[in-house]
């Protein structure tokens, strides 16, 4: 029953990443259709960017009174609700409104899932969760392709993938025999303390310090697949075909990465893990930064991957032993909402540095971050060291 449970887990993280790469498939369809500027998609993703963070701060008050099987369930359910939404709209208003339960249900689903797999799960488990994650977020570009391609349009792209979350969702309510066996029916153990506040859950030792290596990690990651693309071709003189290909290989890497990282991350451990992936994200960052060749460049955005994918993973599941399972929860849905705030505002402010200064800085850029996560994840060993 307990495994049957992990590979329900993997499917309810398979529909987290599903909408995540849709509204950029389409968006240069949509705003066409739907007769607003380009840039409107801005204001979208700011939507659903909002509604994660404000999920992600209430996920302990949540996940404490109704648990994490009744969240994960509803939270699928609500971005189904959300993409069918999107299919059937043709006002941009109407669309914005949409996204409002499309963030809310992606970032309660994200904070309570990583949380109970943390709790509950080796570390292995914890890197192929976050894998199945890719998995979804490589389906759906393809999905929303294949229906573009085809003439059906955009509508049926989030239709299709509305009707698999839906799918996914009937599952996960099915599934309370299991969750009730593993002796989590409707409150999860770790969640019977009392709930701490965010003002609490800041001050104590050490989280500061690991919301900033978590900021700086997804700034990182964010940042490095959008602009991907635009620096190889602007900088390196790639051709456009060539440098989509290898951008989108940044986020294969971090796929295949994690499936790799879930086979040793058991005997090797967090810490060393999050270290080492800082390291090669950092020796990727170099090859990109280095002017002898573009292939050079190509081969550090896919090394740059592999370096990233085991962090996330180790960050999420070293936070119980770091700050006590009582506080997990709290603590984990804080780390998602400033992760949220680096993938929000980071690749925007790139942006500007791009059009007003140059897009050459970007590996610059991205070394700053990568330098910042391995300052404040080492410092917070240090604090976890001294606690012991």
């Known amino acids: 029953m307990f495994s049957l449970l992990l590979v329900i887990i993997y499917i309810a993280f398979i529909s987290l990443g599903l909408p995540d790469s849709l509204l950029g498939s389409a968006w240069p369809v949509m705003y066409h259709e739907l007769d607003v500027p380009m840039s409107y998609a801005g204001i979208v993703t700011m939507i659903i960017a909002g509604g994660t963070i404000v999920s992600s701060l209430m996920s302990d008050r949540v ?4 648990g994490t099987y009744f969240v994960t369930s509803v939270s699928v359910l609500m971005t189904a609700v959300a993409l069918f939404g999107f299919s059937i709209t043709k006002s941009f208003i109407l669309l914005c409104i949409f996204a409002i339960p499309y963030g809310l249900g992606a970032g309660a689903v994200d904070a309570a899932l990583n949380n109970y797999v943390a709790l509950y799960y080796n570390s292995r488990h914890m890197n192929h969760l976050h894998c199945f994650w890719g998995v979804g977020a490589t389906i759906s570009p393809y999905i ?20 698999i979350q839906i799918v996914i969702a009937s599952f996960l309510f099915t599934s309370f025999p299991l969750w009730r066996k593993n002796g989590q029916a409707m409150k999860d153990k770790a969640a019977n303390g009392r709930h701490i506040t965010i003002k609490e859950a800041v001050g104590i030792k050490g989280v500061k310090l690991i919301l900033v290596g978590f900021f700086s990690y997804i700034a990182l990651e964010s940042t490095a697949g ?34 790799i990282s879930g086979f040793v991350s058991n005997r090797v451990g967090d810490r060393l893990m999050i270290r080492s992936g800082i390291i090669v994200c ?17 081969v550090g955005l896919v090394v740059a991957g592999l370096g990233c994918a085991p962090i996330y993973p180790a960050i ?7 700050f006590g399972k009582e506080n997990s929860q709290a603590i984990i849905g804080i780390q998602m909402a400033s992760a949220y705030v680096g993938s929000t505002f980071m690749p925007p402010l790139f942006g500007l540095i ?25 410092k917070l060993n240090k604090v976890v060291n001294n606690l012991v």
């Open 63 to 66: 996940t404490r009174r109704f």
């Open 144 to 163: 929303m392709g294949f229906c573009l391609t085809r003439g059906f349009g955009y509508s049926k792209g989030y239709l299709t993938v509305s009707v």
């Open 226 to 259: 959008l602009w991907a693309s635009s620096y190889l071709v602007e900088c390196r003189n790639v051709n456009a075909e060539t440098a989509a290909t290898f951008a989108s290989m940044f986020f294969l890497g971090i796929t295949i990465g994690r499936f």
């Open 282 to 298: 950092m020796f990727g960052v170099l090859m990109i930064a280095l002017p002898f060749s573009s292939v050079l460049s190509l």
């Open 316 to 322: 999420i599941h070293s936070t119980p032993s770091n």
């Open 354 to 378: 791009a059009d007003y200064v140059n897009i050459g800085f970007y590996p610059f850029y991205l070394a700053v971050f990568a330098v910042l996560m391995l300052l404040m994840t080492e």
